[in-house]
């Protein structure tokens, strides 16, 4: 069965698309996440808020496993990142098969992470090409296609110091959606943008829920919070506070230490 059918079953019958149970993480004696639990469903849009250190950051990288949980998991589609099930108990997985499970999981960070040396047209099909094993033909038609979508058309070889923060941030998203990615996670990406470049790449997030991407984005724009989120999360440290709807967690939060946190930042 192809991705694309996959999410489709799910949605059919209900499952979340992303399964986080019991999700626990800790750096030397300090523990970052506990106790984490959180569904996320197809077409989803979740938004995780919190203070800085609240553990937001380690989340998204314990979902995609750049940072392995002390216990715990999280599981995509039925199955758990990093791990197999090998005669009843729980393997690591070889780095072939990591390397596979997070091509699902597109990450766009704070700092745009592009490659320096490279083109946007190379930074855009080295993936691709590399883990998805498409021909660079195909790649390189999809990447253009892609730059357009982020209103980037014609900038396939422009190097990234060429381009503005608020492009290099474009082309980093299109960079995670040359992978056809079942989960888009966004930690900050607007943080590192001077203010009048912040607009450009909301919009172009604001259009990837217009068309049903599942995503999870950390941001401290409330507004923007408000606008696009199905489910908004309070991370309080390393636990979830608070989670529903905007309006609930946002307008009507019951948690102490939400309140506190919105009326610093509203
Ligand atoms: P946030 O993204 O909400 O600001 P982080 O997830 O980056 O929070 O960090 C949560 C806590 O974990 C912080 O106290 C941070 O210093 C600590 N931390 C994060 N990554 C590491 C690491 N690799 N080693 C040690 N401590 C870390
Ligand atoms: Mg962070």
């Known amino acids: 069965m192809t991705a694309v059918a996959r999410t489709e079953r799910l949605r059919e019958v209900g499952e979340p698309l992303l399964r986080i149970r019991g999700l626990r993480k800790a750096f030397g004696l300090q523990t970052v996440l506990e106790d984490v639990d959180l569904d996320v469903h197809t077409g989803e849009v979740t938004v995780l808020i919190g203070r800085s250190g609240s553990g937001k950051s380690t989340l998204l990288r314990c979902i995609n496993h750049l940072e392995k949980?002390?216990?715990?998991?999280?599981?995509?589609?039925?199955?758990?990142?990093?791990?197999?099930e090998h005669r009843g108990r729980l393997v690591e997985r070889h780095q072939r098969?990591?390397?596979?499970?997070?091509?699902?999981?597109?990450?766009?960070?704070?700092?745009?992470?592009?490659?320096?040396?490279?083109?946007?047209?190379?930074?855009?099909?080295?993936?691709?090409?590399?883990?998805?094993?498409?021909?660079?033909?195909?790649?390189?038609?999809?990447?253009?296609?892609?730059?357009?979508?982020?209103?980037?058309a014609g900038r396939e070889n422009s190097y990234p110091s060429q381009l503005s923060g608020g492009q290099q941030q474009r082309v980093a998203i299109a960079r995670a959606l040359a992978m056809r990615p079942r989960l888009l996670l966004f930690d900050e990406p607007t943080s590192a943008l001077d203010?009048?470049?912040?607009?450009?790449?909301?919009?172009?997030?604001?259009?990837?829920?217009?068309?049903?991407?599942?995503?999870?984005?950390?941001?401290?724009?409330?507004?923007?919070?408000?606008e696009v989120a199905?489910?908004?999360?309070?991370?309080?440290?390393?636990?979830?506070?608070?989670?529903?709807?905007?309006?609930?967690?946002?307008?009507?939060?019951?948690?102490?230490?939400?309140?506190?946190?919105?009326?610093?930042?509203?």
């Not at 094993?133 to 892609?146: C, F, I, N, Q």
């Not at 912040?198 to 923007?224: P, S, Y």
């Open 69 to 84: 949980p002390d216990s715990g998991y999280v599981e995509i589609d039925g199955r758990i990142i990093g791990y197999r």
């Open 230 to 266: 199905d489910t908004v999360v309070f991370l309080d440290g390393g636990h979830i506070a608070e989670k529903g709807s905007p309006a609930q967690v946002l307008d009507d939060p019951q948690d102490p230490g939400t309140r506190a946190f919105l009326s610093a930042v509203l």
């Open 97 to 152: 098969e990591i390397t596979r499970q997070r091509a699902d999981l597109g990450m766009v960070f704070q700092q745009f992470n592009l490659f320096g040396h490279l083109t946007v047209l190379e930074n855009l099909i080295e993936a691709p090409v590399a883990v998805r094993g498409v021909s660079r033909t195909d790649a390189s038609r999809t990447a253009s296609e892609l730059l357009a979508r982020v209103g980037l």
């Open 195 to 226: 203010p009048e470049l912040v607009g450009e790449v909301l919009a172009v997030i604001r259009d990837l829920a217009a068309d049903g991407m599942t995503m999870i984005i950390v941001t401290h724009e409330m507004a923007f919070a408000r």
